[in-house]
């Protein structure tokens, strides 16, 4: 099938998508301009060998400027990073320039069927799983998106290497601005705050999501969380002839029964015990992929096989460590209250090490895990209103200006049988570049700690 790209186009930002966007334009021998607010040789090198040069995106109030680069375009592709309040967005707007993410652009060009994730939590663990299931079982897949190579890029090679599914997680930021993106199976896992500094109000975050099912036809599967009220009652409201299947402890879909993950058909997947990650959570993520799998032609050996053999992700309810008779977990990716509030369930006597730079979330809904928690230790940017979070509570509260101060706090206060958990409920970048590097500093710390105790 021949593409048909739009050019010329404007890329705003050079980072890994926008890179995947040019080499896409270099290949088919298309135009394409690139601004970056903060340009560095490496970057300029970079695209000069792609055949398109970097410049310096105009200041924000120079509309003269923006008119000028503009004019010459026939549509703006933006990278997930470039925050609401680029002015690209609202002077793209002032001249009727059609503006899109690098994944409606990838649903333009793919020329295999997309399976795309969406959620505020559990999205990479899903997309993983999935992945692994449909391999597993001969149907050649490849996980990309916010997980991998971008979509674009992925989506460009595919046929050509036999993929048969492109598996994409995809976030709100690259949702919002689809009006044509259409996957053969949407799964949206579920939802909390989060992104609020991005998007104007929860709402708008809602919808962002919802537009994974906007236009999928009677062809496609639109996948939801029977458990999560808000996503099921968007599915409610879909006014699409597609199908429509749920997964969860209140599906009669893909469900739990007795012990078991069941299929619609009463087809037993696997038992719970078999599987090394079983918390509510897990279940949850474990039922979705293989909502998604076998829809998509998978069989149940696969799903099965890759379940019991999954031993989860980095940084991901993580199980570090037993030094000290204390269970020592490392949730650095849990980036929103609600993702630690998935945490704390079904646990007790937790010791909570939380806070971060904030994403404009109400962190005052942590109060709700209190019965979970033992005692907190509060860090970052965030700490006051970690504090008042818990502020009343019958619990140790204490603070602490490193992760070592943290660890060794947390360590203070626990014992025996108890768990330590790093579930920071906000973003890491006050202390650290990304939530990876904040949870391995987790890990050397306790193993610092554990050392100094042996």
């Known amino acids: 099938m021949e593409r048909k790209l739009v050019s010329p186009v404007l890329m705003v930002g050079g980072g890994v998508t926008g890179t995947a966007v040019a080499e896409l334009y270099c290949e088919s021998g298309l135009d394409l301009d690139v601004i970056d607010d903060r340009p560095t040789l490496e970057m300029e090198e970079k695209f000069r060998r792609l055949g398109f040069d970097v410049f310096l995106s105009p200041e924000g109030d120079d509309q003269d400027k923006w008119r000028e680069l503009l004019s010459s375009v026939e549509r703006t592709i933006v990278s997930p990073g470039i925050p609401a309040s680029h002015p690209v967005y609202s002077m793209s ?9 690098e994944i409606e652009l990838a649903g333009e060009i793919s020329e295999v069927p997309i399976l795309a994730i969406t959620g505020t939590n559990g999205k990479t663990t899903i997309t993983t799983l999935v992945s692994r299931m449909l391999n597993e079982s001969g149907i050649n897949s490849v996980a990309c998106g916010n997980i991998g190579e971008p979509l674009v890029r992925a989506a460009k090679s595919a046929k050509s290497q ?201 962190l005052s809904v942590l109060r709700q895990g209190g019965n979970s928690i033992y005692g907190v230790i509060a860090i970052g940017e965030s700490q006051d209103q970690i504090v008042d979070a818990f502020a009343g509570l019958d619990m140790a509260i204490e603070r602490a200006n490193s992760m070592e101060e943290a660890v060794k706090k947390a360590r203070g206060i626990s014992s025996p049988g108890m768990t330590v958990m790093l579930s920071p409920g906000t973003a890491s970048f006050d202390w650290y570049s990304s939530y990876a590097e904040r949870g391995d500093d987790f890990k050397k710390c306790v193993q610092c700690v554990a050392e100094v105790e042996l």
């Open 93 to 101: 707007a002032m001249m009727d320039i059609d503006i899109m993410s």
């Open 162 to 362: 036999g993929t048969q599914f492109l598996i994409a997680e995809v976030s709100s930021f690259q949702l919002a601005l689809t009006k044509t993106f259409h996957p053969h199976i949407g799964l949206w896992c579920n939802l909390g705050e989060d992104h609020l500094d991005w998007h104007p109000d929860f709402d708008h975050y809602r919808n962002s999501k919802a537009k994974i099912w906007e236009n999928l036809d009677k062809s496609d599967i639109a996948v939801a969380n029977a458990d999560d009220p808000m996503v099921l009652k968007s599915l409610s409201r879909l006014n699409k002839e597609c199908i429509t299947l749920t997964y969860g402890y209140k599906s009669k879909d893909y469900r739990v029964v007795n012990n078991d993950l069941m299929t619609p058909t009463g087809e037993v997947i696997v038992s719970i015990d078999e599987l090394k990650k079983n918390s509510i959570t897990d279940i949850s993520n474990a039922l979705a992929a293989c909502a998604m799998s076998l829809e998509a032609g998978c069989d149940i050996n696969s799903c099965k096989k890759v379940l019991k053999d999954f031993v989860g992700l980095s940084h991901r309810v993580e199980h570090i460590s037993d030094f000290g008779g204390i269970e020592w977990i490392d949730d650095s990716k849990a980036t929103t209250p609600s993702a630690v509030l998935a945490a704390l369930k079904g646990r007790s006597n937790v010791v909570l090490i939380a806070g971060g730079r904030n994403k404009g979330l109400d």
